[in-house]
């Protein structure tokens, strides 16, 4: 039986020109979150299982890729359940492989420590556009920072890059999880019942209003405690100020100094911002990760018309592995969607280095091929890329192929 060239469902080859545009988007992330104190640090893609399925990751903890064990471990016999044969798996995202990271190495750490990762993760996912089962996701988590700062360093870095990339006219959409949880208990949902009632107020955007009063009574809640919550949305689209709005509505159920964080994070960013996008609070936001404690954001770009990275505060996620709680907060940007946008705008990579074809005549002696080669090197030197290739009988189809791949110049060495 012939051997299957296709990669496996979900993931992908990537051809040279997508290639260039991957390295260039890393080359920006990489260099811009350095300039707001990042540091680049990598873990490994496999974590030990316990690790991944500890009730932190939401619905990602399905889509788990899990590794059997090995050898003499692996006793498929004597197996009762899953977990009896699978000690490992790949991780689902970056920030696992972080805390675990931190935990185990924070006596070598600055406080607060600024983390850049850039790696593939790998979901058993549903593919659709601009979403893999394995695809590389570029993190910055700010550790040991209980101020707010950490949300406007994270944004401010995260949109600057986006800026840099061309992208503009985007938003921020920020809520917080205290207000998510405020306005469910002032309407009367039990606490134990949030977690369900942010799953389908999370699909306000496919379902609207209307939408989630539906699902919500379909699920059994009091038809009061449901049009009680409704209500509070109508207040917050009627209002000027939709924070001020909640923190007059819910009263004691909000925490005093909720208003205040989120006016300082954005009245702090669009101050000080450099890329064109707009702050905007939104109370539906709710974040799939079930770790979030505090602020939540996502990017919103209308050229994809999905979210295109997100992150917020989580704040009981270390706490987990060394027992003591410390301050976390991070953002993670959509790097296939934004490559995916780039190359459908037919992207062109500004600055790019000047490049040289030398097509060489199969026959040419040695002193003359070292010549050739001395002097490609002395091209290099001076930063220009220099492709050096046999001259193929097809000699305008060659070079034909080389133009349209960016080749200015092509010099022509024959046989003497």
Known sequence: MALRKKPVTGMKDILPEEMKIRNYVQKVIRETYSQFGFTQIETPCVENISNL??????????????????????????????????????????????VRYYSNNANDLPSPFKALQMGNVWRADKPQRGRYRQFMQCDIDILGDASNLAEIELILATTTT????????????????????????YSGFEEKDFDEVFIILDKMDKIG?????????????????????????DGINSSDNPIAYLKDTLGEFMDDDVK????????TVNSAKVA???????????????????????IAIPELGAACGGGGRYDKMVGKFIGNDVPACGF?????????????????????????????????????????FKQAKEERMNGTEVL????????????????ANGYEEIKEFFRR
């Open 260 to 267: 205040e964080w989120m006016d300082e994070i954005i009245t």
């Open 209 to 233: 209003l209307d939408g989630v009063r539906e699902t919500l009574i379909k699920y059994e809640y009091d038809e009061s405690v449901v049009d009680k919550y409704i209500s509070l949305f």
């Open 332 to 372: 993670s940007i959509g790097f296939e969607r934004i490559v995916l946008i780039l190359l459908e705008q037919n992207f062109q990579i500004p600055d790019e280095n000047k490049k040289i074809a030398y097509l060489i005549e199969k026959g040419i002696k040695a002193e003359a091929l070292s010549d050739i």
């Open 162 to 185: 986006l800026g840099k990339l061309g992208f503009k006219n985007f938003e921020i959409r920020i809520n917080e999880r205290r207000i998510l949880k405020a306005m469910a208990a």
């Open 53 to 98: 399925t500890s009730k932190q990751g939401g619905e990602n903890e399905k889509l788990i890729f899990k590794i059997l064990k090995r050898g003499q471990k692996l006793n498929l016999d004597d197996a009762k359940e899953e977990m009896d044969v699978v000690d490992n798996g790949l991780r689902y995202d970056l920030t696992v492989p972080l």
């Open 276 to 298: 064109e996008f707009d702050m905007v609070f939104d109370p539906t936001l709710v974040r799939g990760m079930s770790y979030y404690t505090g602020t939540i954001f996502e």
């Open 388 to 403: 050096v290739s046999r001259m193929k009988k097809n000699k305008k189809f060659q070079k034909e192929q080389l133009a």
